[in-house]
């Protein structure tokens, strides 16, 4: 009951230990959760820039020979 009794400041609340064990577990969680979205991130196959304006051109001259073609 002494301690309930006590006044509440700086000195008497703290974190303690299992605030200190909470904050390294989530900070161990965050580094295995980066090198996995890193590893799942380099596996995905996005098309670069340069081959999104070469399939673009090319349905612009398909589009343009069909027009000259039928015309």
Do not use: Y
């Amino acid at each position: 009951m002494w301690i309930l009794a006590q006044e509440l400041n700086d000195e008497t609340v703290s974190p303690g230990a299992l605030g200190t064990l909470v904050v390294v577990c989530l900070g161990i969680a965050l580094v295995f959760l980066i090198k996995s979205m890193n590893k799942r991130i380099s596996n995905v196959d996005a098309p670069s820039q340069a081959d999104l304006d070469q399939e673009a051109w090319e349905k612009a001259e398909a589009a343009r020979g069909e027009e000259n073609g039928a015309g």
